[in-house]
Structure formats: C-alpha cells, structure tokens
C-alpha cells in the first residue's frame, strides 16, 4: 500500500509541476504578444492546460485499475 502512495504523491507533483511549466511557458510568450495572437497563445495555454490535468487523471485512473485487476 505505501508504493500506491508513493506512485499517486509522485504522479501530483508531477502534474503540478507540468502545468506550473505549461503556465509560465505560455504567459512568457503571451507576453511577448499582443492583439489576436495574444488570444491564441491563451487559449493554447488553456488547452494544453487541461489537456495535462486529463492526462495524469487518465494514468492514475489506469494505474488503479491495474491495482483493482491484480488484487
């Protein structure tokens, strides 16, 4: 029970640190911006954003699975 612990502690700050590099990654270069491609950038931001919080949701929820599967 400790390693799933371990592995789910792990996989949150590894979420939390991808979406602190999508965040600042994207309001550098939206900084550098203006106009329509400054809305673009946002939203590009926004997107891989959520697309880094429904990807680490999706291996947590296989890697329960697989611990469901075996036990």
Same mark, same amino acid.
């Given at each position: 029970m400790d390693a799933d612990r371990t !592995?789910?502690?792990s996989?949150?700050?590894l979420? !939390?640190?991808e979406l602190i590099v999508?965040?600042?990654g994207g309001a550098?270069?939206?900084g550098t911006v203006s106009g329509p491609p400054?809305?673009?950038v946002y939203l590009g931001t926004v997107l891989a954003s959520v697309s880094v919080l429904l990807y680490?949701?999706?291996q947590m929820i296989q890697q329960r699975l697989t611990l469901v599967e075996t036990n």
């Open positions: !592995w789910l502690l996989r949150i700050l979420t !939390w640190a999508v965040g600042l550098a270069l939206g400054g809305l673009i680490n949701v999706d």
